[in-house]
């Protein structure tokens, strides 16, 4: 069985269109995903952004904090966790928050679906796993370098930014797109493929 590692923010909705396809590729390849917290908040400490925007990257301290504590303590847990949060956030209508601790409800509701210890919540307003939650970080950048986003795919020795999506392939579909995208990064010379995006994630 191939470990495909996943690094997410859960704030993020393009990640979350592509964790879902990733857990439909699971069903139909023999591969497992090993989810790894990533963190849009560091990727954008010190940049020039958007009033708006840096309001939202405020508030996605939170859920990464408390991945990053779950990967930590409880890496059973991780994907679990990221279902539940990214269900309450995405599917449920309650992304783009700002403000810090704007997700510490979801967080709690997140933790007590998956049977964890709620306490674990305190760590999205407190900077006692910011270190842990860097080095996660630091590692998906290491790999594809820092003009990237989330979702970082790492399949067998290549890693890379995407693939973006805005619909969940399902069944052999799913499978076909992660074979097409494991060959691509097979490649040593291929690194990017683009075209303008005409919808925003359909959850």
């Not at 840096?54 to 996605?60: G, H, S, T």
Request: net charge negative; aromatic share 10%; with cysteine.
């Amino acid at each position: 069985m191939e470990t495909v590692r996943f690094w997410f923010d859960a704030s993020c909705p393009f990640a979350w269109q592509t964790s879902r396809w990733m857990k439909e590729v699971e069903k139909v390849r023999d591969v497992q995903v090993e989810w790894m917290p990533f963190s849009l908040s560091v990727l954008n400490e010190g940049a020039d952004i958007p009033a708006d925007y840096a309001e939202m990257m405020k508030a996605n301290w939170g859920p990464a904090r408390v991945a990053a504590a779950l990967k930590d303590q409880h890496p059973d847990k991780v994907d679990a966790y990221y279902t539940a949060l990214g269900t309450l956030i995405h599917k449920q209508g309650n992304g783009g928050q700002k403000g810090y601790g704007a997700y510490d409800d979801l967080i709690v509701q997140a933790l007590q679906d998956i049977d964890a210890d709620v306490e674990l919540a305190k760590l999205a307003n407190s900077d006692e796993v910011d270190e842990k939650l860097r080095a996660y970080h630091q590692q998906a950048i290491d790999l594809v370098g820092n003009d990237v986003g989330t979702p970082v795919l790492q399949l067998g020795d290549a890693a890379f930014f995407g693939p973006v999506i805005t619909r969940v392939p399902e069944g052999e579909e799913a499978g076909e797109l992660f074979d097409a995208a494991l060959r691509l990064g097979q490649y040593p010379y291929f690194f990017e493929l683009k075209r303008s995006r005409t919808e925003n994630p359909q959850v």
